[in-house]
């Protein structure tokens, strides 16, 4: 998920009591709510680095314990004692579990068994940006500034400012990921019980938007092709309404792009790759790879794209990666 909806899950989980366990617990359980993206660090070795390493290690089962607590350390170099070290210890635990969770719900998935195994985890259930979950935590946000305007009129006071709303909040983040699992399973039982041109499917996806629960991407993957399809669970599924792409011939100039480090860097991440090849006026000969993630982007939109130039003599002149298509 996005760095605001960690934070304020953070922020909502110590409104609704977690504060009570450790002094300055606001701090901890923020910076502990955004702790795994520490790995954002790794974009200084460039997008093919980061797109290695991040979801990577710190967010790992067995990094949370070390993920805990760091955030811990961070707060007590800027505190004076007394600290209570084991309340911190453990509401942070719970803040980098949240953030696990959070990023556990969404398309882009998630590396739970590293370092012992690199499968990626994921349930399709949220956009990495939702505007739903946003709304409410904004409400969650503001209500108690426009309580203490009130208050501040009236002349009354408030025991716990934002408690209620902190508890709403975690309360509809969790109704709200159940209720799109109960539409997702939905969506994905419709693309697997259907024929797409004939053929039944190998696998499908059905991938979240921002706004509206109920449409979702369906991708398809057949022995042959993939198939794009943005439906509706309130309107007739038509796989007829679908774009095929179809995959293209391992080649010998293919080959030789899959096997340079960038290809197989990107292949050890993407989920559902596409690969198309374009012509290059120089040198002679010589052919452009490229290969996207269908889960991100479309084919004439493509993100998350690997390119590779490879000569008639399968020689691997340059090679990159990016997260959008270069035009």
């Not at 707060?75 to 007394?82: E, G, H, I």
């Not at 400012?161 to 994905?188: K, M, W």
Request: zero cysteines; charged letters at 15%.
């Amino acid at each position: 998920m996005d760095p605001f909806t960690h934070s304020a899950t953070g922020l909502f989980l110590g409104r609704a009591g977690l504060n009570r366990f450790a002094d300055h617990a606001p701090w901890i359980l923020i910076l502990a709510a955004n702790a795994p993206d520490i790995d954002i660090v790794t974009l200084a070795g460039g997008s093919l680095n980061y797109l290695n390493y991040h979801r990577h290690l710190t967010h790992s089962l067995a990094a949370w314990p070390i993920m805990a607590l760091l955030p811990v350390l961070v707060v007590r170099l800027f505190t004076r004692p007394p600290f209570r070290w084991l309340g911190a210890y453990l509401i942070s635990l719970a803040a980098v579990g949240s953030h696990l969770l959070l990023d556990y719900t969404n398309a882009y998935g998630i590396r739970l068994l590293l370092p012992f195994s690199g499968r990626w985890f994921r349930l399709d259930l949220n956009s990495i940006v939702d505007l739903w979950i946003w709304a409410v935590l904004l409400i969650a946000l503001a209500g108690p500034l426009v309580a203490r305007l009130v208050n501040a009129e009236i002349g009354a006071r408030s025991a716990s400012p934002g408690r209620g709303l902190a508890i709403f909040a975690l309360v509809f983040l969790a109704l709200y990921t159940a209720g799109r699992g109960v539409l997702h399973a939905r969506a994905v039982a419709n693309l697997e019980s259907r024929i797409y041109a004939g053929v039944a499917p190998r696998r499908v996806a059905a991938l979240p938007g921002p706004v509206n629960p109920l449409a979702w991407r369906a991708l398809i993957e057949t022995p042959d092709f993939y198939m794009l399809l943005d439906f509706n669970l309130t309107e007739e599924f038509d796989p007829s309404h679908g774009n095929i792409h179809y995959k293209i011939e391992q080649t010998p100039v293919i080959k030789t792009a899959n096997n340079s480090l960038e290809f197989r860097d990107f292949f050890n991440f993407s989920q559902f790759p596409l690969e198309r090849t374009t012509p290059l006026e120089r040198p002679e000969g010589a052919t452009r790879v490229q290969a996207f993630d269908l889960r991100f982007g479309t084919p004439s939109h493509p993100r998350f794209v690997v390119t590779a130039d490879v000569t008639r003599r399968l020689e691997v002149t340059r090679a990159g990666f990016s997260f959008s298509a270069r035009r």
